[in-house]
């Protein structure tokens, strides 16, 4: 993850998000606007083809702002956002969603919910390469029998699968998760982040994913980008991962780095978290 790297699938370069707020009467007299606020601040990362970044930091340091802008659901105030060197400029196929509320759709079935996605995005594909294709995803997450149930039928777990198998259902270049895992209990969590794992040895797409868990990051990624406390949060230190694969959690935590990694990644958490909550409470 080079600054700048030609060979960079997806650059950011100069990211700055301002979210303006409304002006009160003294900022309207003097024009200056009392409450806007810069969430992040300056942010250029390079993420090469078949990469698993991970980005953590405290709560509220504009992590899902950056990946909104990645997504093209909301613009960058300054600085752009380039795939495959073109700037980013809405939504497309070529980035796949997965949201930690999963947004399946209520009244349509597992099946349905990963066949229109792929209906959408790929209207001239024939009913029989739609069905393939649909039936392909459901197999790679292991939902197969539970085609013709509805969303409320099934568990949060199975719920997430849909929302991966979906998100990868009309191929996209890169896999963008938001929290993917933290609607979950903790044993439907390891387990998921296990099949995730799974599924990357064979696909090998880049990803790019939030998280506040360390354990988890360590497990699933290439690289772990660090965040800042905000306003005007930044990238501290981004860690290389590297652990070999295919990785399991009792492997990873016999490797020598696994521990100091791991106390690296704790020290940055606590000293960023404690400081928005001192801000928070005014010391
Ligand atoms: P994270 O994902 O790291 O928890 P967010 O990206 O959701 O953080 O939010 C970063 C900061 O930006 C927070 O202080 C949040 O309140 C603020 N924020 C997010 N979206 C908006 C918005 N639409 N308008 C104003 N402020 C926002």
Redesign the pocket.
Do not use: L, Q, R, V
């Given at each position: 993850m080079d600054t700048f790297s030609s060979s960079a699938q997806l650059s950011t370069r100069n990211v700055t998000k301002v979210?303006y707020g409304k002006k009160d009467l003294f900022s309207r007299l003097s024009g200056k606007a009392s409450n806007d606020?810069i969430?992040i601040e300056d942010i250029s990362i390079d993420i090469e083809p078949n990469t698993f970044v991970s980005i953590i930091?405290p709560?509220?340091?504009?992590?899902?702002?950056l990946l909104n802008m990645i997504a093209g659901l909301s613009p960058t105030t300054s600085g752009e956002i380039l795939l495959n060197g073109v700037p980013i400029t809405g939504p497309g196929p070529d980035r796949g969603m997965v949201f930690q509320n999963y947004a399946l759709m209520p009244w349509m079935t597992v099946e349905e919910n990963i066949r229109f996605a792929v209906e959408t995005v790929y209207p001239k594909l024939s009913p029989k390469q739609v069905q393939h294709t649909v039936k392909e995803h459901i197999q790679l997450v292991g939902l197969t029998g539970a085609e013709t149930r509805h969303p409320h039928e099934i568990s949060g777990g199975m719920r997430q699968r849909v929302g991966i198998a979906r998100a990868l259902a009309i191929s996209p270049q890169i896999l963008l998760m938001d929290e993917p895992f933290g609607a979950l209990d903790a044993l439907t969590r390891g387990f998921l982040q296990e099949e995730v794992e799974r599924i990357w040895e064979q696909q090998r797409k880049t990803v790019i994913m939030?998280t506040h868990s360390i354990e988890e990051a360590l497990l699933l990624s290439d690289r772990i980008v660090m965040m800042t406390r905000?306003p005007a949060a930044r990238i501290d230190e981004i860690l290389e991962v590297p652990f070999p694969r295919p990785r399991n959690r009792e492997t990873i935590e016999q490797h020598p780095e696994y521990h100091a990694l791991k106390a690296e990644m704790e020290s940055h958490l606590y000293r960023e978290t404690r400081a928005v909550e001192a801000a928070r409470i005014g010391r």
């Open positions: 979210f606020f969430a930091g709560s509220g340091c504009g992590k899902s702002t939030i905000g």
